[in-house]
């Protein structure tokens, strides 16, 4: 079993959109990500994005360019990722101030953790929240 060498995280999860452009604008200005890598392709879709919060990290790209995993995400739905912060309220505050819709306001949940859930451009669900489970095996 691989485990994480360096602080890399070893689980990216992986999201496709229409406009990954916009997409990465909105996770970065509104949700805190930050963006560590884009390449584009010569038409300026997205081919490959990463972007960090926190310890962990997702993988962006551009629907529609081809390849194996475009055309295997092709009938893919949206996705659900939950993220860690440190004040939720306040990520919560910046999210609305950006026009972000959200799902459920944070709220304190019957297993210790505050959260909240919000839609991104494309109907991606991303939870932030304080639960931070521990992974080692």
């Known amino acids: 079993m691989a485990g994480t060498s360096g602080g890399r995280p ?16 909105q ?20 081919l490959h994005a990463e972007l960090a919060q926190g310890n962990g990290a997702v993988m962006v790209g551009s629907k529609g ?40 306001p944070p709220t304190d949940q019957d297993y210790g953790s505050r959260d909240y859930m919000a839609r991104d451009v494309e109907g991606n669900v991303w939870s932030f929240g304080t639960y931070a489970p521990e992974t080692a095996v």
């Open 65 to 104: 360019r081809g390849g194996l995993f475009d055309a295997a995400m092709k009938d893919a739905g949206t996705t659900g990722v939950y993220v860690v912060v440190d004040d939720v309220d306040a990520h919560h505050r910046h999210a609305v101030d950006h026009g972000v819709e959200i799902l459920m």
């Open 27 to 46: 996770l970065t200005e509104a949700l805190g990500f930050t963006e560590l890598s884009v390449y584009e392709g010569e038409d300026g879709s997205v």
């Open 10 to 25: 070893s689980i990216y999860p992986t999201l496709l959109y229409a406009d990954a452009k916009a997409a990465i604008r």
